[in-house]
């Protein structure tokens, strides 16, 4: 076996209810919030509310910084820190799905350090910034418990990320109740993002057995919850599940990585713009049939913790029916099969190949990637 590590510095708070929790973590941990959300969204579902509510009975005054877009960017980092350094706030509060939390995260490192946050993805962070809270609303990114902030560079339109252990939130609040609103599409992809998480965590060359238990556990619970998630949007026993699901596959990535999927993930949703759970969900059966020569033990009990029958079968035919799985899945939530269903067209891909040649997450993929297969994995899925 070899050495690993795993240090998760992150308090997790759980369960449904456990928003009304955040005021009194918040006044432990700072003076005066800087509150940051999705534009708009948090607002009109009535989460801001209920979270300076909290606030307030707990006497931490709040300013509000509602202005981060799906895949946040640099930019926006920039103006939330410099936000937060002129009103006084010295800890973040991140309400929403993984971009509200990404940003809180570099925002609270920006502001707390007063450097740009170019600068920090560039060197590293020095030291700890302000303390950030995580207050997910969806279920899939696990950004609640990872020392990874994903930003989108303007200037180059290219996706790349903030990573230090001093990047992890202080605090994770995952009430299960605020993902109950998600819509049906948005449950399926933040859903496919947790599940590619646990197979990337699980099947990496950084793999471990701290993070490999968390990634079979959060692979069952996405083959027993997520269809009932998003088919049954008001079930909060499958929403609970999902919400425990995302935040263990997010605790495995940040000790065991991603992969050849997450290198598509992050290429095509910096060039395209695009949702990172359709983009990282489509690319996942493709990136297992490539990979699973190298492990097929473990792909064998994927298919397992996916619910496959497996009885009489040999390894390689157990391993095969993992694949099956996740196709029938995607099938099944109604998601996207191919880029081009999501507009990607062939005109693009010389950016697509440039790109996602840069990306360090396929050195972390169990099985060898050449340039060429890059480029085939980035053809095959259009």
Known sequence: ???????????????PGTVAKTGEEAARLGSKACLIAAAGTMRQQGYLEIVARSLMESGVPCEIFDEVQSNPDTDTVERGAEFARRTGCDLTIGLGGGSAVDA???????????????????DGMPSRGYPCIALPTTAGTGAEATHISVLTIVESKRKEALRSPYNFPATAIIDPALTLSLPPHYT?????????????????????????????????LVARHLRRAVYCGDDLEARTGMALASNLAGIAISHAGTAAAHGVGMTVGGVCNLDHGVVVGLALPVAMEFNLPTCPEKFAEIARLMG???????????????????????????????????????????????????QRVWLNNPRPVTEARMKSFLSELL
């Not at 947790?194 to 099947?203: F, K, N, P, S, W």
């Open 308 to 358: 496959e029958k497996t009885s009489g079968l040999s390894t390689r035919q157990t391993a095969e029916l993992a694949i099956r799985a996740v196709r029938t899945l995607l099938v099944d939530l109604g998601l996207p099969t191919r880029l081009s269903e999501l507009g990607v067209t062939v005109e693009v891909l010389p950016l697509l190949i440039e790109d996602t040649r840069t």
């Open 188 to 220: 399926a992809s933040t859903g496919l993002d947790a599940l590619t998480h646990a197979i990337e965590a699980y099947t990496s060359r950084t793999a471990q057995p701290y993070a490999d238990v968390c990634a079979c556990k959060a692979m069952e």
């Open 1 to 15: 076996m070899k050495g690993f590590q795993f240090h998760l510095p992150t308090r997790i708070i759980f369960g």
């Open 104 to 122: 809180a995260k570099a925002i609270a490192a920006a502001a707390g350090l007063n450097r740009p946050i170019l600068d920090l993805m560039r």
